[in-house]
């Protein structure tokens, strides 16, 4: 495939945060686009140089995005995969169909690191009851995750016994799952990584994340593990890239448990746990995407800077956090005063427990006074660690 330069239009399907960082380091490099999201706040679709609201099985808006777009890609690994598919047949469409529908579906993403001998935990696949009374004692304590359009821990239940087991999974009407053992993590990590068309990766410093209520709350740069289990967990992402064939941005988390890396998932886009390499790294997790999409050389990936990202959830916008009080902006003055701090917000009109509005990403040259100023900015903005 030639290279595709600009003023070219690229097409992205899905109008979220990821979608809207894509669109500015598109235009940013000469390049227009077209968003399609059924949302017309979303924030992508807000900077896109057309927005097409609509739904993601649109075909006739799918046959206006094929004729304008020279390539396409996606930020959101729940559009159908038949929606990608149906584009490919006009315009090049990266990542794939295939590799999108893998990463989209639980059942699919297990068994393809099953096949591909990707390290993971142990799981079951739970179609009806008989699964959950077949599921290996094992496994329990264990979660209980929904196959497909889970996110942010949602469609997931901590089970301590089959039968919790089976009531949640009566409790999630019964749609396939996955069971899988609930390890004894000592940390989470991920790797963020682009591939090109013919095959060259360049992989990120991996993150080091942590959680609350299910949700990515901080992610540190580079991980704090040994300088082997990096190497690992960049070995086992560059082969999942492979294996898919992959072209794009991919973003695959992993647990450390008893020193060990456990592939957790896959997401076909660019990565939460990557927003810091807009401001730490050479070139941008989102950049790399528009690389790999229009065939561009993939850029440096170099951390320049150490860094330690803060998501900024909906219930900031609330006074003390209740949601009765009406939606208020918060002091960002708390962030802005503090070295080294940038913030990014989405645009998003209405918060909602949980919706992720922005972030903060702190850098620095120490590490240890990154995070530190990180935490003392997301201390006064007002996320407090009592509610755990
Ligand atoms: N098998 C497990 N053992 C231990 N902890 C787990 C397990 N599965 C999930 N978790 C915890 O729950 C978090 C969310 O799980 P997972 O990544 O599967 O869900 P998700 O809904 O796709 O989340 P996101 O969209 O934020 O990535 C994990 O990052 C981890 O902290
Ligand atoms: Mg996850």
Same mark, same amino acid.
């Given at each position: 495939m030639a290279t595709i330069l600009p003023p070219a239009v690229l097409g992205m399907l899905g109008g979220g945060q990821l979608g809207r960082f894509f669109v500015a380091a598109a235009h940013e490099m000469g390049y227009r686009v077209w968003v399609l999201d059924?949302?017309?706040?979303?924030p992508a679709g807000r900077l896109a140089?057309?927005?097409?609201?609509?739904?993601?099985?649109d075909y006739a808006a799918l046959d206006q995005i094929a004729a304008a777009c020279a390539a396409v890609t996606t930020e959101?690994?729940?559009?159908?995969a038949e929606a990608l598919e149906y584009l490919a047949k006009f315009v090049p469409v990266r990542p794939s169909a295939k590799a999108v529908a893998v990463c989209q579906n639980r059942i699919a993403e297990k068994t393809f690191m099953r096949a591909h001998a990707i390290p993971h935990g142990p799981f079951a696949v739970i179609r009806a009851d008989q699964d959950i009374s077949a599921?290996?004692? #094992?496994?329990?304590p264990a979660v209980l995750k929904v196959?497909?359009?889970?996110?942010?821990?949602?469609?997931q239940a901590r089970v301590a016994s089959r039968e919790e087991a089976l009531h949640a999974f009566h409790a999630f009407d019964g749609e396939p799952c996955v069971l899988e053992k609930l390890l004894a993590l000592d940390s989470e990590l991920s790797v963020v990584l682009a591939r090109d068309a013919d095959g060259r990766i360049r992989a990120f410093e991996p993150g080091e994340n942590r959680h609350r209520g299910g949700i990515l709350d901080v992610t540190i740069?580079?991980?704090?593990?040994e300088p082997q289990l990096r190497e690992q967990a960049c070995a086992i992402a560059e082969r999942i890239a492979q294996s898919l064939d992959y072209v794009g941005t991919l973003g695959v988390e992993f647990f450390v448990s008893g020193g060990a890396l456990f592939a957790n998932e896959m997401a076909p886009r660019p990565h939460?746990? #990557?927003?810091?390499t807009i401001d730490a790294?050479?070139?941008?997790q989102y950049e790399q995407q528009l690389r790999a999409l229009t065939g561009l050389p993939l850029g440096e990936p170099r951390m320049h800077s150490r860094a330690v990202m803060v998501n900024l959830l909906g219930?900031?916008?609330f006074d003390g956090g209740d949601h009765h009080r009406p939606q208020r902006e918060p002091d960002w003055t708390v962030v802005h005063r503090e070295p080294g701090a940038r913030l990014h917000l989405y645009g998003k009109h209405h918060a909602r427990?949980?919706?992720?509005m922005g972030h903060f990403t702190v850098i620095g040259d120490d590490a240890d006074t990154v995070l530190e100023v990180a935490l003392r900015a997301r201390a006064a903005v007002g996320i407090d660690d009592g509610d755990q």
């Open positions: 059924p949302d017309p706040n979303s140089d057309r927005h097409l609201v609509t739904a993601y099985d959101f690994e729940n559009v159908p599921a290996d004692d #094992g496994l329990f196959a497909r359009f889970g996110y942010d821990g949602k469609g740069a580079p991980a704090r593990v939460n746990s #990557g927003h810091h790294c050479v070139t941008s219930e900031l916008w427990q949980g919706r992720k």
